[in-house]
């Protein structure tokens, strides 16, 4: 209890509030395309006729919960999602608060632009897990069990995000060999797991790496990212981007190489698809936290916590976002018939017709 009330006397109902700002009004919170194809796919399992071809089929979250909860209506199923979404982020902005003082300045990623234009897709849960296995490390707790189950959790959910985030990481924290060992038994285990799932559904379709050696898809990735290379940058990075290179003259040159070791996997592992930004401000989450984290630690900067807030804040809104996403995107590049917004207002007057009538 005492715990609880020193966050929260600190910068988590501050956190919160401006996780829900930016999210649901300035980036305007929106489904994913496919969110219909998604949620046919649990028809399609409960009758044993899988059709669906599509990988997204390989992170099975969503769909497991719908089982699970016998959801049968794609309203309640885009409630669903979304309250998973929403549960997500209170917990992310509950768990970065040991970055202390610099916590806010996390919500001003690139990683909130993509969990608020994706509902419907598995990032607010990817994003999540990251956190906990980057605070976990951070703090050197490399127990078994947690790092193992965290890295498990991670690869059912997502396993090629957590491969990546396995090797950013490990380039990352001090700990390296109990790190791997323990890391790597968990994405083993995951994947076994979503192996049996894919066999058991009757998955006959293609997987991810499948789909990057496919003609032209790795050849349109790299182009994407070469030519926009700026860009992409300032999509996971947003509006942290401008402090990222001014407090690294203040830092070691042994952590400034790790961070730049990481941004580079980042970036190698983002050219593999198509999604480019999207890929990219989630594989950035660890690297954000380790550079936050190691700001709040660092004596010589101290006293510019002000300017580091103004410096990303004001850069944020000021240049604005700047999306990669097949083609660079001001706004969210899902664009359903029916916007969030819509959606909520027809099922509360739905669910009040009697009441207002």
Not at 105 to 134: E, R
Not at 260 to 288: E, K
Request: a positive charge; charged letters at 10%.
């Amino acid at each position: 209890m005492k715990k609880f009330k020193i966050n929260f006397e600190g910068n988590l109902l501050l956190d919160l509030l401006i996780a829900v700002f930016l999210s649901h009004i300035y980036y305007k919170i929106t489904f994913i395309e496919t969110i219909e194809k998604e949620f046919s796919l649990i028809s399609q399992i409960r009758a044993s006729n899988v059709t669906s071809t599509s990988f997204f089929v390989e992170s099975p979250t969503n769909t497991i919960i719908a089982l699970i909860f016998g959801i049968n209506d794609i309203d309640i199923f885009k409630i669903v999602v979304y309250i998973i979404t929403l549960f997500s982020l209170t917990l992310i902005v509950f768990n970065i608060q040991f970055l202390e003082r610099y916590s806010t300045l996390f919500l001003f990623g690139g990683w909130l632009a993509t969990v608020s234009w994706f509902i419907g897709y598995v990032d607010a849960v990817s994003v999540l897990l990251i956190v906990l296995i980057s605070k976990f490390t951070l703090e050197n707790q490399n127990s078994f069990y947690k790092l193992s189950l965290l890295f498990l959790a991670l690869s059912v959910n997502h396993n090629a995000i957590a491969f990546a985030i396995f090797l950013i990481i490990l380039f990352l924290t001090k700990n390296k060999y109990k790190f791997s060992i323990y890391s790597f038994i968990g994405i083993l285990i995951g994947n076994l797991i979503v192996r049996f799932y894919l066999d058991y559904i009757g998955f006959s379709g293609r997987g991810r790496l499948r789909f990057v050696f496919n003609q032209n898809v790795l050849q349109d990735s790299i182009s994407f990212l070469s030519e926009n290379l700026l860009i992409v940058l300032w999509s996971g990075f947003l509006g942290v981007s401008i402090m990222f290179f001014w407090i690294s003259n203040f830092i070691k040159w042994m952590e400034v190489r790790s961070i730049f070791i990481s941004l580079l996997i980042c970036l190698f592992f983002t050219s593999l698809g198509l999604d480019t930004s999207r890929v990219f401000s989630i594989l950035l989450v660890p690297v954000l936290i380790y550079l936050l984290n190691l700001i709040n630690k660092e004596k010589l900067i101290d006293v510019k916590t002000n300017i580091a807030y103004s410096l990303s804040v004001l850069s944020h809104f000021i240049i604005g976002i700047f999306y990669v996403y097949g083609n660079v995107y001001t706004s969210s590049p899902m664009n359903n018939k029916e916007t969030f917004y819509n959606f909520i207002v027809r099922i509360v007057n739905s669910l009040m017709s009697n009441i207002w009538n």
